[in-house]
């Protein structure tokens, strides 16, 4: 089976502009997580799609939001950039509910640099 | 409200040394854990997943262990190679659902 796809691998944007990244799961996988890492805050929780339905949100701006489609393919945006927002945003899989019991599977990721 | 720690941020060991990576975690009700490896800009690889009923899990040379008493997991790697080098992260379910807490991670650095 394939593995996660992500695209863009690379994004540079500047101030202002906003931003859509793209993630496919793995084939037959219904739920698909959105993680922010940066050196200093590591690894932090974005939000949480399972049957085109927002599942689980983490603590941040409005700003930031997604959506699932049919094929579970998932999109997250991100308006009005900020510097700070400049990190690998990963995208990860799992197959059935998530979370309690499910294995996530990562995706290669997408490095966006705001100047 | 769970949260994650692995200390230290940093290891080096010389090749062929068996380590031990430390994972600590706040909430005892947890529902599983588990451990990824990070090449440096890469995502993040799935190593090993512990469901709260289990003591460990192993896969060639890792073992991975789970205490939920003491609020600990250990990742265990025998004969350590080069090719360990990596950061290892340990995470786990906040609740039901997709959310992972995870730790700070380790960056281990294996000298030839």
């Known amino acids: 089976k394939a593995g996660v796809t992500q695209t863009p691998r690379y994004l540079i944007k500047t101030r202002g502009q906003q931003v859509t990244l793209s993630c496919s799961p793995i084939?037959?996988?219904?739920?698909v997580s959105w993680y922010q890492q940066t050196p200093g805050q590591g690894l932090q929780f974005l939000f949480e799609y399972f049957s085109e339905t927002q599942r689980n949100k983490g603590n941040f701006p409005g700003r930031f939001s997604g959506r699932q489609f049919s094929n579970s393919r998932s999109e997250m945006n991100v308006s009005t950039l900020e510097l700070g927002d400049s990190a690998l945003y990963l995208c990860?899989?799992?197959?059935?509910?998530?979370?309690?019991?499910?294995?996530?599977?990562f995706g290669p990721g997408t490095r966006l640099t705001v100047l | 409200k769970q949260e994650v720690t692995q200390i230290p941020a940093a290891l080096s060991v010389p090749e062929g040394e068996n380590l031990v990576l430390n994972c600590s975690f706040t909430?005892?009700?947890?529902?599983?854990l588990q451990w990824f490896r990070q090449d440096p800009g890469k995502g993040l690889t799935s190593l090993l997943l512990i469901q709260s009923s289990q003591r460990e899990q192993t896969s060639g040379r890792l073992n991975a262990s789970l205490d939920k008493s003491s609020g600990r997991s250990t990742l265990y790697i025998a004969a350590s190679q080069p090719g360990d080098s990596a950061t290892y992260l340990c995470?786990?379910?906040?609740?039901?659902?997709?959310?992972?807490?995870f730790g700070q991670g380790t960056e281990l650095s294996v000298k030839p």
């Open positions: 084939s037959g996988h219904r739920s």
């Open positions: 995470a786990s379910p906040a609740g039901q659902g997709g959310k992972l807490i």
């Open positions: 909430d005892s009700a947890i529902y599983n």
């Open positions: 990860a899989s799992s197959p059935l509910a998530g979370g309690t019991t499910d294995t996530q599977y």
